[in-house]
């Protein structure tokens, strides 16, 4: 069974920073199979989920508009974790924030979940 484990979030006041941390386990799961993507999304009260930011096992990146310039997406394969840092956190940005990894034919994997609230 393959899990996806956030952790990071948390309250922390405009232009502020967290970073968030998202590792992979369990199950036969090729976590570095050529061609996957693992990315960040984020979910706010009464919205549709959305895009943060992608990265491929080419370490290749993209991100929102929104979070161009304040946000980076890395990984650590040998750990295979996933990582956001965000800095000038703005209180537009807060929501449940989700991990995917990504492969077609091969999986599609989200972790449970972190918040991140960013107040004035």
């Known amino acids: 069974q393959v899990q996806l484990v956030e952790s990071g979030g948390g309250l922390v006041q405009a232009g502020g920073s967290l970073r968030l941390s998202c590792a992979a386990s369990?199950?036969?799961?090729?976590?570095?199979?050529?061609?996957?993507?693992m990315g960040w999304y984020r979910q706010a009260p009464g919205k549709q989920r959305e895009l943060v930011a992608t990265?491929?096992?080419?370490?290749?990146?993209n991100y929102a508009d929104s979070v161009k310039g304040r946000f980076t997406i890395s990984r650590d394969n040998a750990k295979k974790t996933v990582y956001l840092q965000m800095n000038s956190l703005k209180p537009e940005d807060t929501a449940v924030y989700y991990c995917?990894?990504?492969?077609?034919?091969?999986?599609?994997?989200w972790g449970q979940g972190t918040q991140v609230t960013v107040s004035s």
């Open positions: 995917n990894w990504f492969r077609p034919g091969y999986g599609n994997y």
């Open positions: 369990g199950g036969i799961f090729n976590f570095n199979i050529m061609g996957n993507v």
């Open positions: 990265i491929n096992t080419d370490s290749s990146t």
